[in-house]
Each structure stands twice: as C-alpha cells, then as structure tokens.
C-alpha cells in the first residue's frame, strides 16, 4: 500500500514517484504511462527537462483521472519574471492544475518566481509550492517574505549525503524533504554497499529496494528516475516490508556528506542567461 505524506496545507502527497530528469520526450512520455500502469500516483518534472508535453500525453494514455495523479513541475531561472509563466506551464502539460510547483533554482530573481506561484495558488490552478536545490539560508529569505509558505524542498539527498542539520530546520518549519538522486546518481559504490547487499538478501528485495525504502521510512519522499519498465516496477515496490531501528541506523551510519551535484554562483548565472526552448519540444 502506497504511503503519504500530509503537507503543511493540508494536501496529501504520495511518498514514492517517478523522476523525468534527462527523458527524452518519447522516453518521458513511455515512463509516466509505464509508472502508472504499475500504480505510481506521483510524477515529477520540470520546464528545463523539455518533457513536459511528453508527460501530459503519458497521463492522458494511462486512462487514470487526473484527481489520481500527483503532478510535479519546476518553474526555471529565465521564466521567472515572465509573465503567464504558469499558465504556459499549465498548456504544456495539457491540465489545468498543477499539484505541486517549484522553483527549479536560487539563481535569478526567484523571489518574483515565487510570486507568481503565490497567485497561482490563490487562483486555484496550483495545489502546493515550493522550492528546489534551496539551502537553508535562502528557505528562510522566502519563509519572511511569503504569503504561502513553501511545503517541500526537492534537493539531494542519499545515504552517502543525509543533509541532518538541514532535515532538522525544515522539520521545525513544517516543510517536506523531497530527494533527487535518491540512489546517488546510480553510483556502483553506493548501490553495493554491503550493508544494502545484506539486506537485500534477508527481504528478497534489490540493494536499490532498500535504499528507496530507507528514504520512505527517514521521511524523504522519492522519485527515481527510470526509462527502463523492470526498474520502474521494482523502484514501486517498496511497500511490502519495513527495515528495523537497527537496519536504519546502519544505513544512516554510510553518510560521507559526499554530494554529486554542486551549483556554484557561476552555474547559477549561467541558469538565469539559459533559456530552455520550451515550445519546440514534441
């Protein structure tokens, strides 16, 4: 059975769903009508990924309501200040709601980006805002300015980087961890760790299994990414065991605080100056 969690507005969003980063349309649009298929309810993507047409086309074939689906997207640095930005959003993806908007990067003039969420809020086309690859600093900049508070922060975190000090403080103001590169950008060490090894052998599940279902019980929701339809089914099925105290902490016990992505100032200009073509895509 899946689970869920409740954000701080009252919305219910489900703990496990899959990632479109770096799909191509036809793959995007493959992946969101596989993942359905297999019982996922939670989609992500963003204006940068160019996937966004691909995604709405995978919703509408699935043939499951779109009161069903839990849909994700991430406004980018060179759209924030312009205007019907969420309403072209809202044609790509062919609905006429969003359940959950973020703002994709601090780079830019994001506290305008976060405006326009906060009208498409109060204008009911979106469900939930909030913010992505933020660090703690900068949530607090929009937690004094804001008028709807931000319910998830979507950023790294695996087990080789656990982000426990900034877990801490977005526990206190009431916002969801959402984490990208769940398995650590698929890399082998991590996957093989022995601890992972062992466990999978003890619940009959993949090392990756026990990883996606590490995050569920430390309360980070996940949305793995995938075009492959094995993976899709395996990354969903997570809800059939849970690991002990013990089995967590060992797992909590590989943090490195190693991450994968950094953005450094010069790429978070480079963002505002890049302007993805969104009406080419297919």
Known sequence: MMEYVRLNNGVKM??????????EPDDAEASVLAAL??????????????????VGRGMKKSGVIREEIFLETKLWPSFY???????KTLKRLGTDY?????????????????????????????RAIGLSN????????????CEVRPTILQTEVHPYFQEQELKEFLKKEDIVIQAWYPLGHGDKALLE?????????????????????????AGNVVIPGSKNPDHIRVNFDLFDFALTDAEMAEIAAL???VRYYTSTPAMLEGYVRMVPPVDDQK
């Open 37 to 54: 298929q297999n019982g996922y309810r939670l989609i992500d993507t963003a204006n940068a990924y160019m996937n966004e047409k691909a």
């Open 81 to 87: 200040e312009q205007e019907k930005v969420v309403d």
């Open 14 to 23: 489900p703990m496990a769903g899959i990632g479109t980063f770096l799909l």
């Open 255 to 257: 943090n490195k605080n």
């Open 193 to 217: 760790e022995s601890v992972s090894t062992a466990l999978a052998e003890k619940y009959k599940k993949s090392n990756a299994q026990i990883i996606l279902r590490w995050h569920i019980q």
């Open 134 to 145: 933020f660090n703690a600093e900068q949530i607090r900049e929009i937690l004094d300015i």
């Open 98 to 126: 969003i359940d959950l908007l973020l703002i994709h990067q601090p780079a830019g003039n994001y506290v305008a980006g976060y405006r326009q969420m906060e009208k498409a809020y109060k204008e009911g086309k979106v």
